[in-house]
């Protein structure tokens, strides 16, 4: 008896390695700033806490940084539909609104010190600044990305091969995750 054996093409959804690092990776970088912030809120119930507003360069700076998640996402766009000049142009753009977002950031600080909230004054200006501090920290990480992401833009030809959208899309997710890291911080500092 001669069966004859129906192949099927059994496909797992799979997702590539260096993409499930870097999503682990930003799954614990979230589990530490969940404990940043849970600790902020044990902390400001046992009292001797102050109350003050953010100053408004934080939230200018989360329109910068947001502006720079958004001309990379479109960088990435323009890089698959093979627009060189445009994807260049954005990528720098959105480097230099990232770095924008760091002087902003440094310039908050400076506001927070000068509305007397300093990093030793009170515990909750402490967590201000350490949870803010260690953000900054990942955005120099995302920068560091985002340089090399030039770099093989302007050395590199043009080319859509497997290997450079992977690393796009790399770079892609962690400054959308930065990006989206510092908003829930923001919203976290605003209402609690």
């Excluded at 404990?35 to 939230?59: K, M």
């Excluded at 989360?62 to 990379?72: D, E, F, Q």
């Excluded at 920290?137 to 992401?149: P, Q």
Aim: some cysteine.
């Amino acid at each position: 008896m001669n069966a004859t054996v129906a192949t099927t093409d059994y496909r797992r959804s799979k997702i590539h390695p260096k993409k499930f690092a870097l999503l682990v990776a930003c799954a614990s970088i979230m589990m530490m700033f969940a404990a940043f912030t849970s600790a902020y809120i044990v902390r400001q119930s046992a009292g001797n806490w102050l109350e003050f507003r953010l100053p408004d360069l934080f939230y200018l700076n989360t329109g910068v940084i947001l502006m720079s998640s958004l001309a990379l996402h479109s960088s990435y766009l323009a890089f698959k539909r093979g627009n060189t000049r445009v994807y260049r142009l954005l990528l720098v753009g959105a480097l230099a609104l990232g770095l924008a977002f760091l002087v902003l950031q440094y310039q908050g600080w400076q506001a927070l010190t000068a509305i007397g909230v300093e990093l030793t004054t009170n515990p909750s200006g402490s967590f201000v600044y350490v949870i803010s501090g260690v953000h900054a920290a990942h955005i120099l990480g995302g920068i560091a990305a985002l340089l090399l992401a030039i770099l093989h833009a302007f050395v590199l030809p043009h080319r859509i091969t497997p290997a450079r959208k992977l690393r796009f899309e790399l770079t892609l997710i962690y400054w959308h995750f930065v990006d989206f890291l510092w908003v829930y911080l923001l919203l976290f500092f605003t209402f609690s």
